[in-house]
């Protein structure tokens, strides 16, 4: 019996075989991100994958039955994958594992279009918590819909094939910047200058045009798409960065990507419903809006995951408050991982460490452990028992020093239900920014909880 605790190396307990393993699995995750860069996005691919593997679409009308394999698709940016295992569904509950596909953006304003000085300008308002300095000077990717007049929807995607545009948000030459360099990182550049140039190339046809730039460019999207100015009031378009998940480091060890948060975490869980076949009644949800709340239809908050644990329970004439209470969830989100260039913000004993496995965070919240859900003692002991008695490799933490910050999950959205949650993800270094860091270690380690943690 070892006596002293002490974290544990990924990469350095790995074999060869299981170093094969953990870089095979990390090529099907950045394949997916690359095509889910938005919750929208995720939840397409999702539902494509579980096509390919034998689910078909879920009913609330309809009779689940054991060895069922459904996908319940909410509004296009939220998705519920079920795999109806063999037990008694009220006794044992649902195992349930919950990421959100959802990352901080720039969402178009409703009237975004304007133009100055030559140029033709989108207007943003940033989705979730950015560092606004960080979102300039960088090449930008458009994606979204657009509903045209009488329900015809418009699916856009500009700026990922290498023949696109791209989009760009200017900032200040530091020949001119004294002023905005002895600002707070904070005030340097302010939401309203987060404006993205999308145009330069005055029309022609009319030499009295007045915004003959904006007026060239609402004449392409039209051609292309049938847009007018006014469709841009029933859109949902953002800007994210465009670019590829890229390997980093000579030995290819970590990945840097756009949406790590949260989409490390719901890959593995979407993969361990594909590849374990359960006894257990297993529900995998991507949900929307976490990054501003978790409200609205396809958040957490929503009813919409009472009604599915309320359909599941209906077809085996279970009681719908019993199969919640004997439920269990895992609540897969990231957590800030030890970065030694700022390691003043981390309390290292407490914080988990990129490369050291799953991230158990038994709260999260800010400060006096404000609005979280805080896993009990017993349900931190049956998730410490299902992975190391199936081998998975996983740390604990807190995000970040006490008094500097915090953070928070849908995790207490689960527990309000009376389902005993805990966060299990992935350590982030540069969360939330265009660009975030991770190892390939421990996005497998997480894959082999989620594994674990269904059968």
């Not at 008094?403 to 995790?411: L, N, P, Y």
């Not at 689960?414 to 270094?429: A, R």
């Given at each position: 019996m070892e006596l002293k605790y002490t974290r544990k190396n990924v990469y350095k307990e790995a074999d060869g075989k299981e170093l094969e393993k953990i870089y095979e699995f990390a090529e099907g995750y950045k394949a997916f991100l690359d095509k889910s860069k938005t919750e929208r996005g995720a939840s397409a691919e999702a539902c494509r994958l579980a096509e390919e593997n034998g689910f078909k679409p879920f009913s609330f009308n309809e009779k689940l039955k054991a060895g069922d394999k459904r996908y319940f698709l909410n509004r296009g940016k939220n998705i519920f994958l079920i795999r109806v295992g063999t037990e008694d569904v009220a006794k044992d509950g649902i195992r349930i594992m919950v990421a959100h596909v959802d990352s901080p953006r720039l969402d178009l304003k409703p009237n975004p279009m304007y133009e100055e000085a030559g140029l033709c300008y989108f207007k943003t308002h940033y989705y979730g918590g950015i560092k606004k300095y960080q979102w300039t000077a960088l090449p930008l990717a458009l994606h979204g819909v657009v509903m045209l007049r009488g329900g015809e929807k418009k699916e856009i995607c500009v700026g990922e094939d290498d023949n696109d545009p791209i989009f760009y948000i200017t900032d200040l030459l530091p020949h001119l910047a004294q002023e905005q360099s002895q600002k707070t990182l904070g005030k340097a550049i302010d939401g309203e200058s987060l404006n993205a140039v999308i145009g330069g190339l005055p029309s022609v046809d009319d030499e009295e045009e007045k915004e003959s730039v904006k007026a060239a460019v609402l004449k392409l999207l039209n051609k292309k798409y049938g847009i007018t100015e006014i469709d841009f009031q029933c859109s949902e378009l953002c800007f994210v960065p465009a670019g590829r998940a890229r390997d980093v480091g000579f030995d290819g060890a970590l990945i840097s990507a756009y949406g790590h948060d949260d989409k490390v975490c719901a890959y593995p869980e979407m993969r361990a419903v594909f590849d374990c076949d359960s006894p257990h009644t297993v529900l995998a949800v991507f949900a929307d809006k976490e990054e501003v709340g978790s409200d609205g239809t396809t958040g957490m908050q929503s009813k919409v995951i009472s009604d599915v644990i309320e359909t599941i329970a209906a077809s085996f004439k279970a009681n719908p408050i019993e199969v919640r209470y004997n439920s269990k969830c895992i609540s897969a989100d990231v957590t800030a991982g030890y970065d030694p260039m700022f390691g003043s913000a981390f309390e290292k004993r407490n914080t988990t460490f990129i490369s050291c496995g799953a991230a158990v965070s038994k709260y999260t919240g800010a400060r006096g452990k404000s609005s979280t859900n805080d896993a009990s003692a017993e349900y931190m002991g049956f998730i410490r028992d299902i992975f190391e008695d199936n081998g998975v490799i996983w740390q604990t933490g807190e995000l970040g020093?006490?008094?500097?910050?915090?953070?928070?999950?849908?995790?207490?959205?689960?527990?309000?239900?009376?389902?005993?949650?805990?966060?299990?993800?992935?350590?982030?270094?540069?969360?939330?920014?265009?660009?975030?860091?991770?190892?390939?270690a421990d996005v497998y380690s997480l894959y082999k909880a989620c594994v674990a943690f269904c059968k």
């Open positions: 020093a006490v008094d500097i910050g915090g953070g928070g999950t849908v995790a207490k959205f689960i527990s309000n239900l009376g389902i005993d949650t805990v966060d299990v993800g992935v350590p982030v270094l540069s969360m939330h920014a265009p660009y975030e860091l991770i190892s390939k």
